[in-house]
Protein backbone atom coordinates (compact mmCIF):
# COMPACT_ATOMS: atom_id res chain seq x y z
CA UNK A 1 0.00 0.00 0.00
CA UNK A 2 1.48 3.37 -1.00
CA UNK A 3 0.89 5.96 1.73
CA UNK A 4 -1.74 9.25 0.77
CA UNK A 5 -0.96 13.12 1.72
CA UNK A 6 -3.59 12.42 5.23
CA UNK A 7 -1.20 9.59 5.93
CA UNK A 8 2.11 11.52 5.99
CA UNK A 9 0.52 14.73 7.60
CA UNK A 10 -0.43 12.25 10.36
CA UNK A 11 3.49 10.72 10.52
CA UNK A 12 4.80 14.25 11.13
CA UNK A 13 1.94 14.89 13.81
CA UNK A 14 2.72 11.94 15.97
CA UNK A 15 6.44 12.30 15.77
CA UNK A 16 6.36 15.48 16.07
CA UNK A 17 4.05 15.70 19.00
CA UNK A 18 5.79 12.83 21.39
CA UNK A 19 9.07 14.47 20.51
CA UNK A 20 7.90 17.62 21.71
CA UNK A 21 6.58 16.35 24.55
CA UNK A 22 9.17 14.41 25.60
CA UNK A 23 11.56 17.34 24.95
CA UNK A 24 10.10 19.63 27.26
CA UNK A 25 9.31 16.97 30.14
CA UNK A 26 13.18 16.75 29.82
CA UNK A 27 14.29 20.35 29.78
CA UNK A 28 11.92 20.81 33.14
CA UNK A 29 12.75 17.81 34.70
CA UNK A 30 9.11 16.90 34.87
CA UNK A 31 8.19 13.36 36.46
CA UNK A 32 6.85 10.50 34.57
CA UNK A 33 8.06 11.65 31.43
CA UNK A 34 5.74 8.20 30.08
CA UNK A 35 3.00 10.45 29.95
CA UNK A 36 4.29 13.62 28.11
CA UNK A 37 5.60 10.70 25.24
CA UNK A 38 2.79 8.19 25.19
CA UNK A 39 -0.28 10.61 25.44
CA UNK A 40 0.89 12.71 21.96
CA UNK A 41 1.25 9.24 20.45
CA UNK A 42 -2.39 8.29 21.53
CA UNK A 43 -4.14 11.44 20.67
CA UNK A 44 -2.42 11.61 17.58
CA UNK A 45 -2.12 8.23 16.90
CA UNK A 46 -5.47 6.66 17.46
CA UNK A 47 -7.82 9.73 16.12
CA UNK A 48 -6.27 11.61 12.99
CA UNK A 49 -8.72 14.23 13.40
CA UNK A 50 -9.37 16.87 16.51
CA UNK A 51 -12.26 18.72 17.04
CA UNK A 52 -14.09 19.64 20.32
CA UNK A 53 -15.69 15.87 20.65
CA UNK A 54 -12.18 14.59 20.56
CA UNK A 55 -11.35 17.43 23.50
CA UNK A 56 -13.67 16.77 25.87
CA UNK A 57 -13.22 13.31 25.80
CA UNK A 58 -9.23 13.78 26.49
CA UNK A 59 -10.09 16.14 29.29
CA UNK A 60 -12.64 13.66 30.61
CA UNK A 61 -10.17 11.21 30.89
CA UNK A 62 -7.85 13.13 32.89
CA UNK A 63 -10.60 14.17 35.83
CA UNK A 64 -11.94 10.43 35.38
CA UNK A 65 -8.04 9.24 36.29
CA UNK A 66 -7.26 11.92 38.71
CA UNK A 67 -10.35 11.27 41.03
CA UNK A 68 -10.67 7.47 40.44
CA UNK A 69 -6.89 7.36 41.69
CA UNK A 70 -8.03 9.70 44.60
CA UNK A 71 -10.99 7.42 45.79
CA UNK A 72 -9.12 4.03 44.80
CA UNK A 73 -5.80 4.72 46.62
CA UNK A 74 -5.89 7.24 48.93
CA UNK A 75 -9.36 6.03 50.54
CA UNK A 76 -9.26 2.46 49.48
CA UNK A 77 -6.12 1.41 49.45
CA UNK A 78 -5.42 0.03 52.96
CA UNK A 79 -8.30 -2.67 51.46
CA UNK A 80 -7.27 -4.69 48.51
CA UNK A 81 -10.76 -6.64 48.26
CA UNK A 82 -12.65 -3.72 47.97
CA UNK A 83 -10.27 -1.84 46.26
CA UNK A 84 -10.26 -4.52 43.61
CA UNK A 85 -14.34 -4.63 43.43
CA UNK A 86 -13.76 -0.80 42.65
CA UNK A 87 -11.22 -1.01 40.35
CA UNK A 88 -13.69 -3.41 38.23
CA UNK A 89 -16.17 -1.31 38.22
CA UNK A 90 -14.26 1.39 37.07
CA UNK A 91 -12.91 -0.57 34.45
CA UNK A 92 -16.42 -1.97 33.46
CA UNK A 93 -18.02 1.79 32.79
CA UNK A 94 -14.82 2.58 30.81
CA UNK A 95 -14.98 -0.46 28.17
CA UNK A 96 -18.36 -0.20 28.26
CA UNK A 97 -17.30 3.92 26.56
CA UNK A 98 -15.45 1.77 24.40
CA UNK A 99 -17.94 -1.27 23.43
CA UNK A 100 -20.63 1.27 22.29
CA UNK A 101 -17.95 3.18 20.35
CA UNK A 102 -19.10 6.49 20.77
CA UNK A 103 -16.45 7.87 23.59
CA UNK A 104 -14.10 5.13 22.44
CA UNK A 105 -11.20 7.35 23.01
CA UNK A 106 -12.25 8.82 26.55
CA UNK A 107 -12.53 4.49 27.51
CA UNK A 108 -9.15 3.84 25.61
CA UNK A 109 -6.95 6.89 27.34
CA UNK A 110 -8.80 6.38 30.84
CA UNK A 111 -8.19 2.70 30.64
CA UNK A 112 -4.37 3.65 30.27
CA UNK A 113 -4.26 6.32 32.08
CA UNK A 114 -5.96 4.46 35.46
CA UNK A 115 -3.79 1.61 34.96
CA UNK A 116 -0.35 3.48 35.04
CA UNK A 117 -1.33 5.65 37.54
CA UNK A 118 -2.86 3.08 39.75
CA UNK A 119 0.46 1.04 39.62
CA UNK A 120 2.40 4.29 40.72
CA UNK A 121 -0.08 5.39 43.85
CA UNK A 122 0.28 1.99 44.99
CA UNK A 123 4.37 1.86 45.76
CA UNK A 124 6.03 4.47 47.72
CA UNK A 125 9.12 3.87 46.21
CA UNK A 126 8.65 5.76 42.89
CA UNK A 127 9.29 8.86 45.78
CA UNK A 128 5.74 10.73 44.58
CA UNK A 129 2.82 11.46 46.50
CA UNK A 130 -0.61 11.09 45.14
CA UNK A 131 -1.14 14.48 44.27
CA UNK A 132 2.07 15.18 42.76
CA UNK A 133 1.03 11.87 40.07
CA UNK A 134 -2.15 13.61 39.31
CA UNK A 135 -1.00 16.46 38.54
CA UNK A 136 1.72 15.57 36.33
CA UNK A 137 -1.00 14.01 34.31
CA UNK A 138 -2.85 16.73 33.92
CA UNK A 139 0.16 18.70 32.86
CA UNK A 140 0.85 15.78 30.55
CA UNK A 141 -2.70 15.89 29.11
CA UNK A 142 -2.90 20.26 28.67
CA UNK A 143 1.02 19.65 26.87
CA UNK A 144 -0.40 16.91 25.33
CA UNK A 145 -4.05 18.73 23.63
CA UNK A 146 -1.63 21.74 23.12
CA UNK A 147 1.07 20.41 21.00
CA UNK A 148 -1.91 18.19 19.15
CA UNK A 149 -3.52 21.50 18.09
CA UNK A 150 0.19 22.80 16.65
CA UNK A 151 0.72 19.94 15.14
CA UNK A 152 -2.43 19.88 13.51
CA UNK A 153 -1.98 23.85 12.38
CA UNK A 154 1.42 22.78 11.18
CA UNK A 155 0.84 19.71 9.54
CA UNK A 156 -2.95 20.10 8.79
CA UNK A 157 -4.66 17.20 6.02
CA UNK A 158 -4.74 17.95 2.41
CA UNK A 159 -7.92 16.61 1.81
CA UNK A 160 -11.29 15.77 4.51
CA UNK A 161 -10.86 12.23 5.68
CA UNK A 162 -13.89 10.04 5.51
CA UNK A 163 -15.73 9.32 8.91
CA UNK A 164 -15.03 6.07 10.20
CA UNK A 165 -18.49 3.83 11.18
CA UNK A 166 -18.74 1.44 13.52
CA UNK A 167 -20.84 -1.75 12.94
CA UNK A 168 -23.69 -2.15 15.80
CA UNK A 169 -23.47 -4.37 18.41
CA UNK A 170 -26.23 -6.56 19.91
CA UNK A 171 -26.72 -6.20 23.99
CA UNK A 172 -25.10 -9.58 24.72
CA UNK A 173 -21.69 -8.55 22.25
CA UNK A 174 -21.56 -5.29 24.69
CA UNK A 175 -22.05 -7.45 27.94
CA UNK A 176 -19.46 -9.98 26.72
CA UNK A 177 -16.85 -7.39 25.82
CA UNK A 178 -17.11 -5.47 29.05
CA UNK A 179 -17.41 -8.13 31.54
CA UNK A 180 -14.22 -9.86 29.21
CA UNK A 181 -12.18 -6.90 29.35
CA UNK A 182 -12.94 -5.83 32.64
CA UNK A 183 -12.13 -9.03 34.20
CA UNK A 184 -8.58 -8.93 32.33
CA UNK A 185 -7.70 -5.87 33.28
CA UNK A 186 -8.63 -6.10 37.18
CA UNK A 187 -6.72 -9.45 37.10
CA UNK A 188 -4.03 -8.02 35.81
CA UNK A 189 -3.80 -5.05 38.53
CA UNK A 190 -4.09 -7.61 41.25
CA UNK A 191 -1.60 -9.94 40.12
CA UNK A 192 0.83 -7.13 39.76
CA UNK A 193 -0.04 -5.57 42.93
CA UNK A 194 0.73 -9.01 44.33
CA UNK A 195 3.98 -10.08 43.39
CA UNK A 196 5.39 -6.30 43.99
CA UNK A 197 6.09 -5.94 40.45
CA UNK A 198 6.70 -2.04 40.93
CA UNK A 199 9.05 -1.99 38.06
CA UNK A 200 6.76 -3.14 35.39
CA UNK A 201 4.57 -0.92 34.45
CA UNK A 202 5.25 -1.26 30.60
CA UNK A 203 4.11 -4.99 30.88
CA UNK A 204 0.73 -3.82 32.60
CA UNK A 205 0.08 -1.16 29.95
CA UNK A 206 0.74 -4.35 27.10
CA UNK A 207 -1.76 -6.04 29.14
CA UNK A 208 -4.24 -3.42 28.55
CA UNK A 209 -3.32 -2.19 25.48
CA UNK A 210 -4.15 -6.05 23.67
CA UNK A 211 -7.51 -5.51 25.01
CA UNK A 212 -8.30 -2.86 23.23
CA UNK A 213 -9.97 -5.12 19.98
CA UNK A 214 -12.48 -5.96 22.73
CA UNK A 215 -13.31 -9.47 22.12
CA UNK A 216 -10.92 -12.84 22.19
CA UNK A 217 -10.51 -13.32 17.95
CA UNK A 218 -8.87 -9.56 17.67
CA UNK A 219 -7.27 -9.75 20.85
CA UNK A 220 -5.01 -12.78 19.53
CA UNK A 221 -3.65 -11.12 16.76
CA UNK A 222 -3.20 -8.06 18.67
CA UNK A 223 -1.34 -9.65 21.48
CA UNK A 224 0.72 -11.57 18.65
CA UNK A 225 1.36 -8.17 17.25
CA UNK A 226 1.93 -6.07 20.53
CA UNK A 227 5.10 -8.61 21.12
CA UNK A 228 6.50 -8.07 17.86
CA UNK A 229 5.98 -4.46 17.95
CA UNK A 230 7.62 -4.20 21.48
CA UNK A 231 10.92 -6.48 20.55
CA UNK A 232 11.80 -4.49 17.37
CA UNK A 233 11.27 -1.03 19.17
CA UNK A 234 13.51 -2.63 22.38
CA UNK A 235 16.26 -3.62 19.57
CA UNK A 236 16.25 -0.47 18.03
CA UNK A 237 15.95 1.74 21.53
CA UNK A 238 19.07 -0.80 22.27
CA UNK A 239 20.91 -0.05 18.85
CA UNK A 240 19.99 3.61 19.05
CA UNK A 241 21.68 3.85 22.73
CA UNK A 242 24.67 2.29 21.65
CA UNK A 243 25.08 4.59 18.91
CA UNK A 244 24.90 7.60 21.06
CA UNK A 245 26.39 6.08 23.59
CA UNK A 246 27.29 8.73 26.40
CA UNK A 247 26.09 10.89 23.74
CA UNK A 248 22.75 10.13 25.34
CA UNK A 249 23.13 12.48 28.16
CA UNK A 250 23.05 15.58 25.35
CA UNK A 251 19.42 16.21 25.07
CA UNK A 252 19.34 16.80 21.13
CA UNK A 253 20.71 13.35 20.41
CA UNK A 254 17.99 11.60 22.00
CA UNK A 255 15.38 13.90 20.89
CA UNK A 256 16.67 13.49 17.21
CA UNK A 257 16.42 9.56 17.42
CA UNK A 258 13.35 10.04 18.86
CA UNK A 259 11.82 11.76 15.92
CA UNK A 260 13.04 9.69 13.40
CA UNK A 261 12.42 6.56 14.79
CA UNK A 262 8.93 7.21 15.18
CA UNK A 263 8.41 8.51 11.82
CA UNK A 264 9.65 5.86 10.39
CA UNK A 265 7.38 3.48 12.21
CA UNK A 266 4.35 5.02 12.25
CA UNK A 267 4.28 4.45 9.09
CA UNK A 268 3.19 1.10 10.13
CA UNK A 269 0.45 2.37 11.84
CA UNK A 270 -1.50 4.81 9.72
CA UNK A 271 -0.79 2.26 6.71
CA UNK A 272 -3.09 -0.21 8.86
CA UNK A 273 -5.88 1.55 9.34
CA UNK A 274 -4.78 3.66 12.58
CA UNK A 275 -5.81 0.78 14.45
CA UNK A 276 -3.30 -0.45 17.16
CA UNK A 277 -0.90 -3.10 15.62
CA UNK A 278 2.32 -3.73 15.22
CA UNK A 279 3.61 0.09 14.14
CA UNK A 280 1.67 1.36 16.95
CA UNK A 281 3.47 -1.18 19.53
CA UNK A 282 6.45 0.03 17.94
CA UNK A 283 6.61 3.35 18.74
CA UNK A 284 4.86 2.84 21.90
CA UNK A 285 7.46 0.84 23.23
CA UNK A 286 10.05 4.19 22.36
CA UNK A 287 7.48 6.74 23.96
CA UNK A 288 7.59 4.14 27.14
CA UNK A 289 11.59 3.56 26.97
CA UNK A 290 12.89 7.31 25.93
CA UNK A 291 10.17 8.62 28.44
CA UNK A 292 10.96 6.44 31.85
CA UNK A 293 14.27 5.14 31.73
CA UNK A 294 16.24 7.88 29.64
CA UNK A 295 17.95 9.99 32.04
CA UNK A 296 20.98 12.26 32.79
CA UNK A 297 22.28 9.25 34.55
CA UNK A 298 20.57 6.51 33.47
CA UNK A 299 20.17 4.34 30.13
CA UNK A 300 17.82 2.11 28.82
CA UNK A 301 19.78 -1.04 28.14
CA UNK A 302 18.42 -3.16 31.22
CA UNK A 303 15.50 -1.18 30.62
CA UNK A 304 14.81 -2.40 27.42
CA UNK A 305 15.98 -6.09 27.84
CA UNK A 306 13.51 -6.43 31.03
CA UNK A 307 10.86 -4.64 28.88
CA UNK A 308 11.25 -6.93 26.93
CA UNK A 309 10.75 -10.28 28.89
CA UNK A 310 8.06 -8.92 30.90
CA UNK A 311 5.93 -7.84 28.81
CA UNK A 312 5.70 -11.20 26.34
CA UNK A 313 5.09 -13.10 29.96
CA UNK A 314 2.50 -10.32 30.58
CA UNK A 315 1.05 -10.81 27.39
CA UNK A 316 0.93 -14.35 27.13
CA UNK A 317 -0.76 -14.66 30.42
CA UNK A 318 -3.04 -12.15 30.24
CA UNK A 319 -3.88 -13.80 26.94
CA UNK A 320 -4.64 -17.32 28.45
CA UNK A 321 -6.80 -15.42 30.69
CA UNK A 322 -8.92 -13.65 27.76
CA UNK A 323 -9.77 -17.08 26.03
CA UNK A 324 -10.91 -18.85 29.06
CA UNK A 325 -13.39 -16.33 29.87
CA UNK A 326 -14.38 -15.91 26.30
CA UNK A 327 -15.68 -19.13 26.17
CA UNK A 328 -17.34 -18.69 29.62
CA UNK A 329 -18.77 -16.55 28.97
CA UNK A 330 -19.95 -17.83 25.18
CA UNK A 331 -21.72 -20.44 27.18
CA UNK A 332 -24.51 -18.35 28.01
CA UNK A 333 -26.92 -16.35 25.94
CA UNK A 334 -26.88 -13.24 27.58
CA UNK A 335 -23.50 -12.66 27.30
CA UNK A 336 -22.52 -14.76 23.70
CA UNK A 337 -20.42 -12.89 21.37
CA UNK A 338 -21.44 -12.03 17.79
CA UNK A 339 -18.10 -13.62 16.98
CA UNK A 340 -19.30 -16.71 18.35
CA UNK A 341 -19.66 -19.64 16.34
Known amino acids: ?28 NWPNGIFFTVYPMLLLGLV ?40 FAMFALLFYQMSRGAHFLFGAMSVVGLS ?14 LYPLIFSNFLAVTVSLVSAYIM ?29 CATVATLSFMVFQILDLQDSVSAQAASILILFPLCWKAASMAGWQRAIGTLIGCNLALAAQLLLFTYSQILVFPILVLWI ?9 VLGGGMPGIGFGVITTFGILFGQSLAPNQDLVYSALYRFSSVCVAITAS ?23
Open 48 to 87: PIINAHIVRQFIASALFCGFAVLVLQGLFGFHPILMSILA
Open 261 to 269: LTFVFSRYH
Open 152 to 180: HWLFPDVSARTPISRAAKDAASVRHEVLL
Open 116 to 129: IQLHFASYSATGLG
Open 1 to 28: MSLTANDIRQMLRIATGATLGFSLSKLF
Open 319 to 341: LCLVYVIHHILNRFAATRHHTFS
